[in-house]
C-alpha cells in the first residue's frame, strides 16, 4: 500500500470496470508522468518546473478547446470531456508537483495537509467523478481518505524521503517532541521518537475512519475498491505501530497474511 505513484489508481484491479479502465488509465499515465517529471532524472528544477509549466498550458488548451499536438494530451482531453471531468483536480495535482520541486519541509501540520489536498485528494475527486458519485459528503469523505493514504505514506517513507533531503513530519511536531534532523540522519529510535510517530499514527488513523462511511455509501466494485484501499491503509499504520515506529530498520509494508485481514476486514465493514 503506497501512494507513490498514483498506485492508489486500480488501473489493474479486476474490480475496475472496463468501460473505466482507459479513463483511469489515461489519468493514471497524467499524474504518473507529471510526478515523474518533478522527481526522477537528474534534470535541473528549472527544468522540471518549465515541462510541468507545459502540463498546465496544455490543460489550460483543453479547456478551451484547443488541440494538442502530444498524444497523452489528446486522449485526456477526450477522457475529460466525456466524464465531465474537473480540471481544477488535474492543475491542482501539478501545482503538488512543482511544491515538491523547492518544498523540502512543512512547519505545520495545516501545510501538510494543503500538500495532500493538492498530490492525493483529487484522486478521489477524479475517481467519484468517474463513477458519477461526486456528492458534497462523498468528496468530503474521499478528502480525508486520501489524504490519510498520503500521510500514511509519507511516516512509512520517512527514510526514503530523508535520503532525497525530504522531511514530511512538520517541523512544529518534531520540536514538540525534541527532535532534530540530526536523529532522523542517524536513524535514532528513542521515547521521543517513538512518541511522534505514535501521535501522527493516532491522527491518521482517525482520519482515515472519519472518511471511512463512503466506503459503505458506495455501491458495487467502487464500494469494494474503497473497502480494500482503506482496509489496507489502517493495516500500515499497525505494522507502523508494531515495530514502534521504527521505520529505519524495516519499513512496513503489507505481506500475504496482511492480506488476508484486510479481506476479511473489508468484508466486515
Not at 501545482?95 to 484522486?123: G, H, M
Not at 489496507?232 to 499497525?238: D, F
Request: glycine residues 4%; contains cysteine.
Amino acid at each position: 500500500m503506497s501512494v507513490n505513484h498514483y498506485e492508489n489508481f486500480p488501473v489493474a484491479s479486476i474490480l475496475l470496470p472496463a468501460r473505466l479502465k482507459p479513463a483511469v488509465f489515461a489519468v493514471y499515465t497524467f499524474a504518473r508522468t507529471a510526478d515523474d517529471i518533478a522527481d526522477e532524472g537528474d534534470a535541473t528544477p528549472e527544468q522540471r518546473y518549465a515541462a510541468l509549466d507545459q502540463y498546465d498550458t496544455e490543460l489550460i488548451n483543453i479547456q478551451t478547446n484547443i488541440d494538442s499536438q502530444i498524444k497523452l494530451f489528446q486522449t485526456l482531453g477526450i477522457i475529460i470531456s466525456k466524464h465531465q471531468l474537473p480540471i481544477s483536480a488535474f492543475h491542482d495535482l501539478i501545482s503538488a508537483f512543482k511544491q515538491d520541486i523547492v518544498t523540502k519541509r512543512y512547519q505545520t501540520y495545516d501545510e501538510l495537509l494543503d500538500y495532500c489536498r493538492r498530490s492525493a485528494n483529487p484522486v478521489g475527486s477524479i475517481m467519484l467523478h468517474l463513477y458519477q458519485a461526486a456528492t458534497i459528503q462523498n468528496l468530503k469523505d474521499s478528502d480525508a481518505i486520501c489524504s490519510a493514504l498520503q500521510l500514511t505514506n509519507f511516516w512509512q517513507d520517512i527514510a526514503i524521503d530523508w535520503q532525497k533531503q525530504r522531511i514530511y513530519a512538520p517541523l512544529e511536531d518534531l520540536q514538540r517532541f525534541k527532535i532534530n534532523e540530526k536523529q532522523i540522519d542517524c536513524g535514532i529510535v528513542d521515547t521521543n521518537w517513538q512518541e511522534m510517530m505514535q501521535f501522527q499514527i493516532q491522527r491518521t488513523r482517525a482520519l482515515m475512519i472519519s472518511g471511512s462511511p463512503l466506503c459503505k455509501r458506495l455501491p458495487g466494485r467502487i464500494g469494494w475498491e474503497l473497502r480494500l484501499v482503506v482496509q489496507g491503509g489502517l493495516r500500515i499504520l499497525e505494522r507502523l505501530e508494531k515495530v514502534n515506529g521504527d521505520i529505519f530498520q524495516c519499513r512496513p509494508k503489507l505481506k500475504k497474511l496482511d492480506w488476508l485481514f484486510v479481506f476479511w476486514r473489508a468484508i466486515w465493514m
